[in-house]
Each structure stands twice: as C-alpha cells, then as structure tokens.
C-alpha cells in the first residue's frame, strides 16, 4: 500500500481532481482507496433511519452492512481524532491510498493551488509537497508544476511519488 496525498486550500479543486485522476488508474489496474478529511462535523447516515437511531442511543459503534456495501460508524465521544496512520492501518490492502485533506501530517502531497481562491500556497512552507497541479504558470516554484487538465501526468506523478505506509511520518508540530 502506498499513500499520497493532495493539499490545497478549500475551493481549490482537491475532490474534482480526485474523481478525475481516480477512474485513470483504475483502468491503469490499480485498487485505489480515498481517506477524506472533514473540517467540521459530518454524518454518514440520516436521522431516524436504524443506525443513525443506535448511535443516538449510545452506541459507540455501528456496523451497517448490505449486499453492495458496508461502513462502519466509529463516534470518538470526545476521544481525539485519530493521527492518519491510525486511520490507514483500518483499510483493506490497496496499491494506491489517495488521501485529501491531513495537510498536517507528513507524507508526499500534491498541492491543488487555484490562484483565485485567494490564498497563497502551502509550498515552500510544507517539505512534504512534491509537485503543486494549477490552472496557471507558477515560475517561482521549485518543485515540478502540472496542469490541472492534465490528467494523465498527474496520475503518472501520483503513482511515482507515493510512499509504503511504513514510510509516512507522524503529525507535525503546529506552526
């Protein structure tokens, strides 16, 4: 299992990359898996429905299984958020881990840079971006620059750049 991640500011275009870059390396013969990160608190089923009705009344987890598809359902009540290899270690074997978002934590990131969100970019201060994918010029960067029309080169730069699980670092300090 490798893993590779892209960071950008939200707005950026992280989660539309993904769903263009994924479907190139499925047909490449790979097994992809995404991690996403949530900001905010989310929810994976709606109120009323069974599970939403056990986790309301106190379960910790619930494990909601079908013929298509199965989740599980962790509630943290107040535990911290897991570090991402933590949650990596819960994923079935995979050759590719796309993850988005844990711009904290050290592993190869992609940065997904739109100039009109308004934001700088996380590069040079982030060590762990190893190329940025925009929609404009970027002379002043120093790692490879791609387009992000170009769906291919960065299909090609996710495979190279990804690292074995073992090979991810740990949370870094807060700036």
Known sequence: MRIIGL???SGSGKTTLITNVVPML???????????????EFDTDQPGKDSWLHRQAGASEVAIVSSRRWA????LGGEPEPP??????????VDLVIVEGFKRHRHPKLEVYRAVVGKPLLYPDDDCIVAIATDGPLPQAQVPVLMLDDINGIANLLQAEALPRDQIGPLRDPV
């Open 7 to 9: 960071a950008g500011w």
């Open 26 to 40: 499925v047909k490449r013969g790979l097994k992809v898996a995404t991690v996403k990160h949530a900001h905010h």
């Open 72 to 75: 599980i359902v962790h509630e």
């Open 84 to 93: 991402l290899g933590d949650v990596l270690a819960k994923l079935s074997v």
